[in-house]
T-cell receptor
Framework: GDSVTQMEGPVTLSEEAFLTINCTYTATGYPSLFWYVQYPGEGLQLLLKATKADDKGSNKGFEATYRKETTSFHLEKGSVQVSDSAVYFCALSDLEAGTALIFGKGTTLSVSS | DVKVTQSSRYLVKRTGEKVFLECVQDMDHENMFWYRQDPGLGLRLIYFSYDVKMKEKGDIPEGYSVSREKKERFSLILESASTNQTSMYLC????????????FGQGTRLTVV
């Protein structure tokens, strides 16, 4: 079945450092790809998404590009802030093929000042 | 604002009890989902529903059932609670369209003693 693999955490960075969180997927169809974020004590919320190959999703300084050839959707940010400390989840869905939203295991990011 | 509301933030139940977790959404979404979130395992899909009275098993349906009698409400039922069902339960909803964002409730922290 479809699946998502993302890098294990925790990731610990200093403020203003560059962030990359790797995400790869396996899918039989042509899924949409997402990054969700969960801040401490809160529910999940969408960070960004891409629905077709070579699309770049972006939000709040975060970016990810849908790479069909490498089946990847890596999350990047050029300069992280303490307020970015959270758990980040990569996910895919292919509702047209009957695949509900499937998540990776999550990566905890901790940013110190 | 889209709202997905879960009936309880915290629940403590005894082993063998029948437990109902309720979820209501106010956006007329077709899809509704139940996940459980455990440290190191991420979000795992229990069941989802794409229409009233319709349901599909996710990755870990054993020990759970669901009910969707109205479009806005999706219930998760633990027929006979066990200690290994102690977890955070998350409900979500979305439209059925490519790239549709899922909206999450705040979660129910269930402890089975």
């Amino acid at each position: 079945g479809d699946s998502v693999t993302q890098m294990e955490g925790p990731v610990t960075l200093s403020e203003e450092a560059f962030l990359t969180i790797n995400c790869t997927y396996t899918a039989t169809g042509y899924p949409s790809l997402f990054w969700y974020v969960q801040y401490p004590g809160e529910g999940l919320q969408l960070l960004l998404k891409a629905t077709k190959a070579d699309d770049k999703g972006s939000n709040k300084g975060f970016e990810a590009t849908y790479r069909k050839e490498t089946t990847s959707f890596h999350l990047e940010k050029g300069s992280v802030q303490v307020s970015d400390s959270a758990v980040y989840f990569c996910a895919l869905s292919d509702l047209e093929a009957g695949t509900a939203l499937i998540f990776g295991k999550g990566t905890t990011l901790s940013v110190s000042s | 604002d889209v709202k997905v509301t879960q009936s309880s933030r915290y629940l403590v139940k005894r082993t063998g009890e029948k437990v109902f977790l309720e979820c209501v959404q106010d956006m007329d979404h077709e899809n509704m989902f139940w996940y459980r979130q455990d440290p190191g395992l991420g979000l795992r899909l229990i069941y989802f529903s794409y229409d009233v009275k319709m349901k599909e098993k996710g990755d870990i349906p054993e020990g759970y059932s669901v009910s969707r009698e109205k479009k806005e409400r999706f219930s998760l039922i633990l027929e006979s609670a066990s200690t290994n069902q102690t977890s955070m339960y998350l409900c979500a909803s979305s439209f059925i369209s490519r790239g549709a964002e899922a909206f999450f409730g705040q979660g129910t922290r269930l402890t089975v003693v």
